[in-house]
């Protein structure tokens, strides 16, 4: 473990080290960064961070991190960069999965092989030194996050293995949505009635490709959003949901069914023999008086 | 006081009237016309005892001038009777002396291995009940299931193309015919399985014998009566005849065989007898509890609140570990049916599902908003066993030809589906798709895309899922108008519901009424301008209205208040759940009894509480007992014994035995009690005197015979008596219990119902001070009296 080669790599190690450890009285200006690195993730590891040269000197060489794990962490940065500033602006309509899974996919890369246990070159394991030498743990905290993130838009089930490219299923889905989306864009001036006409062929097999694709667990949030969002616009701005037009068949029937328990009870009060009790007369009312009269007899 | 001398005149016995002021003083004092309100008997339709009853009655006491005394009288059933099919259960110990021989003849071993083999029976019958309730629980999911399948994707289908109102037939269709299966089940073959079943064991563990409460068959017909009317659609629960099935599987697991398979295992011969079927029947009510709702110790305190007088330590243990096994079972099983063999978190047929988190804190200020949801749900209980209690009556009296009680039970589902059709229908609540799923059946209808419509979580679900959903979907889920409707048509289905003759519980109607207007509550506290998100969870007040809901409706107390508290897994609220539990059975007494209470009196059952009525101290044992009494001699010739038995009129259970004083013609002294049914075994048996003498290898007749008439001892006309054996004697004096309890005919009514509901007796000989035979007391005389509301009454006694 104790292999001292790079100074300079060594020196914003121990930097981002103790700049945890006596956070509080270190200068700010340093220590700013490494707190807030999901959104400057590379900053922490340009050199010559003016007022850490300083604290530098004051350390005894003892630095921990070799050359290639600090040229690891250097890439793991750099993509982690790629994947947020490819995240933020597909968070609304939701295109995280579409845009971003390649990202996603070299930054897993580079996160197995820190965490892995294969040697680099010199014989060395990254995952300890990285992920695991101190209270923060960093590395391993941003890289949950964004794994949780994926796990939760179940962009897994839209992307093909190793990342390639998105799955027939989705291809398919989105080439419907556009069709849809034509569709609507065409008949959107005017009467909305006959854009419901129009555009409710497309639109039901939309629904029918959605659903099920819900049973064969092949959704992810990019297809939910859009169809949402199709659906919304179906229903809310376009008003083609199905109308309330059979009332009276259904008031009748209801009343129909309603009336047969009166019926029901109306006749077997009328015609239904009413169950008598016959009561029983108990011994003791005779008994009583006899008992009685013996009392009387002897008094 | 004119009326007094008008029932003196009415009493027609001029001599018994003429000696009114002699007989005053012997009954400590009381008023004078308290002896003569008694005299008429043998009228009327209600006597009242009471001191101020007399005025009070005078009409109805004209009215039954008419009447001709001596001739049976017909009247109308009503609540105030007690019916003569029931009989009492044997509690007390039969110390004959076969008894006590076989007691000197068993070894150390002999009774060590007795007590390990009452664990043996209470493992089993937990394991048999966890069984059951898994059966009933996968069955009714998955008929549910094709059910609401059916008919939503019919509903789909029609919402589109028109012609809704045939899928309403559908549903009322599918509805009447699953109901009708069940009802037929119930009304033709055992109509003692209807209703929940908890009243027939509330009556079993007080000491009455109800006709066929026990048997296998009406195991069979309570399952499969509730699966169906569970997967009916009807407004009950499968909670209640769970305890029943429990009971039964008790009743028969103890017996080591069944009398209807007609196999006998030779097992557990000694457990033959009702003392020892009890003990473990209430083991098996409590299994019951425990795997309807999870909650082995609700289950062990139900037993107890039930069946209380008879209990001690070991039993209480023996109970518990009944409770455990069978909550324990059920969750193994489920577990390999959700396929997450081992994992045992689903305890219970119904799952509340689990409060936890800050939502579900509650501070001291909600506590008098607890106390008056409480009251809410008195009230509303209350009310719910008055509609009922009119119902019942109305269909004892009109509806009790079975085909017309399978067509009510069908007319019912059909009323329900189509009135949860006309909800849904007209509903305008619709709520967005939780990313959960939490919705099993999500019906759409005339909601946007992607949303569903809230009150079809309600009704188109099975009622544990809507009590579910109520309690634990995200504030908002529901709105208030829906919420509003669905109580109140809830309300009124589930209470026409009770008392159909299908197998079905009370419970989780409750709960859902309760959880409905309490979540309503819940909403509408919430929507009060406050500061801060005080009022955040409406759950919470779901929680605490089912609670008072079935509080005021079954008036249970400690039992239900642990049961709830184990159903949510949450014991922090078991102070709010007990203030409100109170004051629900508070406020719901003050107007009518609990539900299960009103079916017991309208079954016209003898039913005895923990104490007598007040104000009945100037009874005596003189005036509740039924005199004369037929008395056997010790050794009596068989023929009396036949014509007595068999004498339809005096369909007497208990005999005492006399012997008389010889050389004397003092009347006999008591030397001891016999039972019918031990005569019936010794007729069987030919157990006579001549016989005895003549065939000298004769096997002398054991407690072993009697074990194995019991339960169903024949009649007595299936016994062929000759004529020249109805000349032989029979001596009584081996079988018969030789110390039966008496009292002294000055005792005090509640002094002798203490006795009574303390240990457990069927026969209480009344002696005179020199052990003379005056009388015997027995149920049907002390659990005539009861107080009304205008002070002592007196119920009739009749055939049913």
Redesign the interface.
Known sequence: MSLYRSCSFCVLLLLHVHSIVFGDTLNLTAVEPADRPAIQSSPVFKPGAPGSLGLLASFPEDLEISAYCSEMLLIFGRRYDTYVNCLVPASRPVRVCQNCYSSYGSLREIYNNISSNQMGPGNESCGDTLLRSDRLMLVYQLYSNLKDLWGESSCERCITAGFQSLTNDTLYFMAILNQTNACFQKYQQGNHTELCTNCKNTYVAMNELYSGMEKNLTLCIDIEDAMNGTRKLWSKNFNCSLPREETVPVIAVSCFMLFLPIIFYLSSFLHSEQKKRKLIHPKRAKSYSSLMNIQDKQS | MANITKKVSWSS?A??SG?TG??TP?LNGSEQQNPLS??P??GGSVFQIGRLSTVDLEEEITSDEESLR?R??????TEK?LS?KYESLDYDNIENQLFLEEERRMSYMGFRCLEISRWVVCGLIGFLTGLIACFIDIAVEQLAGIKYQVVKTNIEKF??A????IS??LW?FLNSAIVMLGAIMVAFFEPIAAGSGIPQIKCYLNGIKIPRVVRLKTLVVKVCGVICSVVGGLAVGKEGPMIHSGAVVAAGVSQGRSTSLKRDFKMFEYFRRDTEKRDFVSAGAAAGVSAAFGAPVGGVLFSLEEGASFWNQMLTWRIFFASMISTFTLNFFLSIYHNKTGDLSSPGLINFGRFQGDSVAYNLYEIPLFIAMGAIGGLLGALFNILNYWLTI?R??????PC?QV??AM??A??T???S??MI?FSNDCQPLGPEHNEEYPLQ???????YNSMATAFFNTPERSVRSLFHNQPGSYNPLTLGLFTLTYFFLACWTYGLAVSAGVFIPSLLIGAAWGRLFGILLASIPSNGSIWADPGKYALIGAAAQLGGIVRMTLSLTVIMVEATGNVTYGLPIMLVLMTAKIVGDYFVEGLYDIHIKLQSVPFLHWDAPATSHWLTA??V????VTCLNRIEKVGTIVDTLSNTS?NHNGFPVVVQVSGTDEPAKLCGLILRSQLIVLLKHKVFVELARSRLTHRKLQLKDFRDAYPRFPPIQSIHVSQDERECMMDLTEFMNATPYTVPQETSLPRVFKLFRALGLRHLVVADDENRV??LVTRK?LARYHLGKHGLEEL?????
Not at chain 2, 162 to 165: A, P, V
């Open positions: 016995r001599d018994e000696a002699e007989r012997l008694r005299q008997s043998e001596g049976p009288k017909e009247i109308p059933h009777l003569l919402t589109e028109g012609g809704l109102s309403l037939l009322a109305f004892i009296r009109y509806v009790h030809r017309l067509m009510e007319l019912v059909a009323v589906a189509a009135v059709f006309t229908y209808l005339f909601c946007a895309d992607g949303e003189r005036e007992m039924s005199a004369p005096t005056v009388g005389d009739q006694l009749a055939q049913t």
